[in-house]
Nanobody, 122 residues
Framework: QVQLAESGGGLVQAGGSLRLSCAPS????????MAWFRQAPGKEREFVAV????????DYADSVKGRFTIFKDNAKSTVNLQMNNLKPEDTGVYYC???????????????WGQGTQVTVSS
């Protein structure tokens, strides 16, 4: 069983930046695909970014490509999402997820965090 704890959400103006952090309960998670999803009110959960560092692979949703970066902090054993040039449409609850394969779908991910709120004001 892997537990995931997100942090770093908050309120920011459009054009600003936030960094989200996901701390898995296991120290070595390179064999997992670690992803970020988000869910806006009244909408389905959608893929944001994923990384699997055993293969050096990352993938991003088109809507965040060039603005968001997913990366692993080896010193802190966390997976982070650096979000720059934020837009009001980035508002939502952001969830960290872990699973065996890289996917843009929610189904393959076995473990989920509780989520952290990101609100971008215009």
């Amino acid at each position: 069983q892997v537990q995931l704890a997100e942090s770093g959400g908050g309120l920011v103006q459009a054009g600003g930046s936030l960094r989200l952090s996901c701390a898995p309960s296991i120290r070595t998670f390179s064999r997992y695909a670690m992803a970020w999803f988000r869910q806006a009110p009244g909408k389905e959960r959608e893929f944001v970014a994923v990384g699997r560092w055993s293969g050096g692979l990352t993938d991003y949703a088109d809507s965040v490509k060039g603005r968001f970066t997913i990366f692993k902090d080896n010193a802190k054993s966390t997976v982070n999402l650096q979000m720059n040039n934020l837009k009001p449409e980035d508002t939502g609850v952001y969830y960290c997820a872990a699973g065996p394969i890289i996917s843009r779908l929610t189904v393959p991910y076995d473990y989920w965090g509780q989520g952290t709120q990101v609100t971008v004001s215009s």
